[in-house]
């Protein structure tokens, strides 16, 4: 699709969702493959799991696919790929993650998880790189995320939208992911707005309030989700200690490096969950 400078999703008038479908068929014809059973937004720190779910159908610049930007954040790739599994289901892998603190607005945020949603995907998995509040986690540990609490006070809902949040992060996934790994911990994801990252207070504050994890994506998509359907698993690669927890300044490199050397043991894992469903 040719691109101007206007994107479709910022006319207040438009309908996201038939956006949505318009991306979908993008995708279709663009990897050949009509229907997809599962996908999966890779964070910073998960981008070599797309090489281990299986055989790669196809794999496409997402700036080809209706709606979608290019990344802004080093660590995050640009780039859509169809990947089959052993077990022959196809999996949209999302290399391409619009986040809020872009100031591009919630549907742009959310694009990606309708899309993959009007492709006929059923399960979502979203990973990213956060911080964490327990002094027992270490950098590169990856944790599941079994709730959230969203400090954007933004949601990807319009209108008298009313969806059920409970139990948002699949329980039988989660059980599913420690079947295959049971060292794995949980703990409750806090989005905040960014792109600062988080003064102690704010992460004291997030604490006292019942986060164990601070990060800048992931809880509105999760929301958009459950809007379309779909079973949600959440993973959380812990890159460093939030702030006040860790005494040492925080700094995107670090995020970084601590997802490049966790990187072959956390994607051989999601590639191990996602081979199970």
Do not use: C
């Not at 993650?97 to 899309?115: D, I």
């Not at 599913?176 to 960014?194: K, M, N």
């Not at 812990?238 to 966790?262: C, D, F, M, W, Y």
């Amino acid at each position: 699709m040719a691109h101007s400078n206007s994107h479709p999703l910022d006319d207040p008038a438009a309908d996201p969702f038939e956006i949505a479908a318009a991306a979908a068929s993008d995708i279709a014809r663009l990897s050949g493959v009509e229907r997809h059973d599962i996908a999966v937004t890779l964070g910073s720190g998960w981008g070599r799991a797309a090489e281990l779910i299986g055989e790669e159908t196809a794999s496409f610049p997402a700036t080809e696919v209706t709606g979608f930007s290019k990344p802004a954040l080093e660590g995050h790739v640009g780039t859509l790929r169809s990947v089959r599994t052993p077990g022959g289901k196809n999996v949209l892998v999302i290399g391409a993650r619009t986040h809020y603190y872009e100031g591009h607005g919630v549907r742009r945020v959310v694009h990606s998880v309708r899309t993959a949603a009007a492709t006929g995907a059923t399960t979502m998995i979203l990973t990213n790189g956060a911080g964490g509040i327990r002094e027992t986690w270490k950098p590169g540990q990856p944790v599941l995320i079994s709730d959230h609490i969203n400090l954007t006070a933004d949601s990807p809902l319009e209108g008298a939208t009313f969806i059920d949040l409970t139990d948002l992060y699949s329980q039988r996934l989660r059980d599913l992911a420690r079947s295959i790994d049971p060292t794995l911990d949980e703990g409750v994801y806090t989005q905040f707005r960014g792109p600062h990252y988080e003064t102690p207070a704010e992460v004291q504050m997030a604490k006292t309030i019942g986060g164990h994890i601070v990060g800048m994506s992931t809880a509105l998509e999760a929301i958009a989700a459950r809007q379309a359907g779909m079973e949600i698993l959440g993973f959380s690669l812990i890159t460093n200690l939030a702030a006040g927890i860790q005494k040492t300044p925080l700094s995107h490199a670090e995020v970084l490096e601590a997802g490049r050397e966790a990187e072959p043991v956390i994607s051989a894992l999601l590639a191990r969950v996602i081979g199970e469903l």
